[in-house]
């Protein structure tokens, strides 16, 4: 439960504010990796050797690569005062976040030390280990302090917001320096689950909190969370085949058949890639089925639920349909910039929707008795 102590109104304007830059954030990160953008500076966190690189609003592709960098900055300055905001209630505590930003930074500069190092391997290995053992740290600070310190659910989340940006901005940077098409993943990966816990804490800040979950029948309810989970879970792992596919295969596309992948229903896995795209189409079609499977299941007992399980998974199964669409769309037009983007970010909210509804399903009231219609 969220304290006395939580700021009102205007945090909760604030918390959406930041979901609405964090999602601006995640298409530009979209679009950057459409235009192959992401490797254009060499060099990080600066963009070659300079905060503004000359030239970079003149030509497209600088242009989108800073921005993204500029973007994320953004990001991580809002997180840092939105936990301090929800933290700090004196000078002690004032004093425990300086530190922490301060050991932050200099795990930060450990970390670009090493991506900068391009001749010595040994000193490269040794700076990485030195910072990812003082990376260490603030996890364990989160970990005890979650056990130990009562801190309020608000608290807690704007803490991992912190750390999960700063791990974010790592990761970015790793990207770069490492020209590392995993690490590209795991930093677009991460965004999306950074993304929806940002959307929690957006959630818990907002006037219908108290009664943002579904009410059903206690069996039901239980089984509506459950699929609940399973339906996020299921569409992360889709928006990880997808973000492989993206950027371990950047020119052209890999294989040009609509539905059938190589003209086969299952086709040889001996290219890893070509596994990456009927995974990723397979995986589409189990989504729609497992969420039109939730919705059958919903219109069976829609007579003793509220109804608004019933509207958030129809939605849900709207932007399926059109995610197809799109991504069908994506094939016909040969990666068309916009239809791309337009698909990742369709992508990113249905997994949005989708956490949503797990959210509402795990705060839902369970009712020993139908609820009375009028």
Not at 65 to 85: D, M, N, Q, S, Y
Not at 96 to 123: K, Q, S
Not at 335 to 357: E, P
């Amino acid at each position: 439960m969220i304290s006395n102590e939580t700021p009102g109104r205007s945090f909760s304007y604030f918390t959406r504010f930041i979901v609405v830059v964090a999602l601006l954030l995640i298409w530009w990160g979209a679009a950057t990796t459409t235009k192959q953008a992401g490797m254009i500076f060499a060099d990080w966190p600066l963009s070659m050797g300079t905060i503004n690189p000359p030239g970079w609003l003149e030509n497209m592709i600088p242009f989108l690569e800073h921005t993204h960098r500029l973007l994320a900055k953004a990001v991580g300055v809002l997180v840092l005062i939105l936990f301090f905001w929800t933290y700090v209630r004196s000078g002690k505590k004032a004093l425990e976040v300086a530190a922490l930003i301060v050991w932050l930074i200099v795990m930060m500069g450990f970390f670009i030390a090493a991506g900068a190092e391009r001749v010595d391997p040994a000193r490269k290995q040794s700076l990485l280990l030195v910072a990812l053992g003082l990376g260490a740290v603030p996890v364990i600070w989160l970990v005890w302090s979650w056990r130990k310190r009562g801190w309020t659910t608000l608290q807690k989340l704007s803490a991992l917001a912190l750390l999960m940006v700063t791990t974010q901005a790592v990761l970015g940077g790793l990207r770069v320096t490492e020209i590392s098409d995993g690490f590209a993943v795991f930093h677009g990966c991460f965004a999306q689950v950074f993304f929806c816990v940002l959307i929690l804490i957006a959630m818990m800040t907002g006037k219908k909190w108290k009664d943002v979950g579904f009410a059903d029948l206690r069996d039901r309810l239980r089984l509506t969370k459950m699929s609940g989970v399973a339906l996020w879970l299921l569409v992360l792992l889709q928006l990880i085949f997808g973000a492989t596919m993206r950027h371990f295969h950047r020119s052209g596309l890999v294989d040009a058949d609509l539905v059938k992948t190589q003209g086969q229903w299952v086709p040889s896995f001996e290219d890893p890639i070509i596994a990456v795209l009927f995974l990723h189409k397979f995986t589409a079609v189990c989504i729609l089925l497992f969420a039109v499977g939730i919705l059958i299941r919903l219109v069976v007992g829609r007579r003793e639920s509220d109804g608004r399980a019933f509207q958030t998974v129809a939605l849900i199964i709207g932007l399926i349909l059109l995610q197809l669409v799109l991504g069908l769309t994506v094939i016909g037009t040969e990666k068309s910039f916009w239809v791309t983007n337009v698909h990742v970010l369709n992508g990113l909210a249905i997994l949005a929707l989708s956490f949503v509804f797990a959210v509402r399903a795990w705060r839902g009231k369970a009712l020993d008795a139908p609820l009375a219609k009028s």
